[in-house]
């Protein structure tokens, strides 16, 4: 049977070893979690693991989307911009488009 007291450090403590980490993965890997979870490793890595297991949209269907909204964008700015150029091109006394 446990005592209290291992049972209240079993509660708490949910620690965890990584070995052969590659230098640059453990710095991005801190530096992510100092910038965005205030210096939290557990939630870093259940961030990591959710996104990796697609419990959060954070794949690439966000950026296909993305690109998506910018080509109608730019198609939108295509449209506009050869309206325009039919509006500014010159015309003759008897109403003839000139350049066209």
Do not use: W
Not at 30 to 57: P, R
Not at 73 to 98: M, P
């Amino acid at each position: 049977m446990m005592g209290i007291d291992e049972e209240i450090k079993n509660k708490i403590s949910q620690s965890i070893t990584i070995s052969r980490l590659p230098k640059k993965a453990k710095d991005l890997f801190i530096k992510f979690a100092n910038k965005d979870f205030c210096g939290d490793y557990g939630m870093t890595l259940k961030h990591l693991v959710d996104s990796y297991f697609g419990i959060i949209n954070f794949g690439i269907e966000h950026l296909e989307q993305e690109i998506m909204l910018l080509r109608e964008e730019l198609k939108n700015v295509k449209n506009s911009l050869s309206n325009k150029k039919g509006e500014n091109s010159r015309t003759t006394l008897s109403g003839k488009r000139i350049g066209e």
